[in-house]
């Protein structure tokens, strides 16, 4: 037997031999991990459409969204949104241009519960998705009352939020969907 076929022999049959344990094992894929339970699934399972699907119950207005901004929001946006080490949230709502770049909420953002989404999921950065369903009504509807897109005594829930109409709505070209 020459070398080569020494070699590959010794490669082959170690390989086809593994193979037809782990087929008489049932092995079908490696083990890694824990299984998720059904609420550790529902807990990031959560998907908010721009219509309002998906939100859940909840209620905050921009008055109580203000304390909890303060306390977990401004050390990175700023006292007011104005930006500090993330960006700005708050601006005038003029669309974003070349010579004003902003993607502040008051200017870029197209639907209100694309807020709530962004927050609820991702904030604060040291605690993503540790906010209520309540404290994330309120934050939104503090940031959307500093961009005086709402009134500052609005009521945010569900059905609020999403009847939002944002300065930026018609500011994107969908190139996806149907409407």
Same mark, same amino acid.
């Given at each position: 037997?020459?070398?080569?076929?020494?070699?590959?022999?010794?490669?082959?049959?170690?390989?086809?031999?593994?193979?037809?344990?782990?087929?008489?094992?049932?092995?079908?894929?490696? =083990?890694?991990?824990?299984?998720?339970?059904?609420?550790?699934?529902?807990? &990031?399972? =959560?998907?908010?459409?721009?219509?309002?699907?998906?939100?859940?119950?909840?209620?905050?207005?921009?008055?109580?969204?203000?304390?909890?901004?303060?306390?977990?929001?401004?050390?990175?946006?700023?006292?007011?949104?104005?930006?500090?080490?993330?960006?700005?949230?708050?601006?005038?709502? $003029?669309?974003?241009?070349?010579?004003?770049?902003?993607?502040?909420?008051?200017?870029? &953002?197209?639907?209100? $519960?694309?807020?709530?989404?962004?927050?609820?999921?991702?904030?604060?950065?040291?605690?993503?998705?540790?906010?209520?369903?309540?404290?994330?009504?309120?934050?939104?509807?503090?940031?959307?009352?500093?961009?005086?897109?709402?009134?500052?005594?609005?009521?945010?829930?569900?059905?609020?939020?999403?009847?939002?109409?944002?300065?930026?709505?018609?500011?994107?070209? &969908?190139?996806?969907?149907?409407?």
């Amino acid at each position: 037997m020459s070398m080569l076929r020494r070699v590959a022999a010794a490669i082959v049959v170690p390989v086809v031999a593994t193979v037809a344990i782990a087929e008489d094992a049932g092995v079908k894929a490696p =083990r890694l991990g824990t299984p998720l339970s059904a609420d550790a699934i529902a807990k &990031w399972d =959560r998907t908010i459409f721009a219509d309002g699907r998906g939100l859940p119950p909840g209620k905050g207005t921009a008055k109580d969204g203000r304390v909890i901004y303060e306390q977990k929001c401004a050390s990175c946006h700023g006292e007011h949104g104005e930006g500090g080490t993330s960006e700005e949230l708050v601006s005038g709502p $003029t669309p974003p241009s070349p010579d004003n770049p902003s993607k502040a909420i008051g200017s870029y &953002w197209p639907y209100a $519960t694309t807020i709530f989404d962004f927050v609820r999921r991702s904030m604060p950065p040291a605690a993503p998705g540790s906010l209520s369903a309540d404290e994330t009504y309120a934050v939104t509807a503090y940031l959307l009352a500093a961009n005086a897109i709402i009134p500052e005594g609005a009521k945010m829930d569900a059905k609020t939020l999403a009847a939002v109409r944002m300065p930026n709505r018609d500011g994107f070209i &969908w190139i996806d969907i149907k409407k």
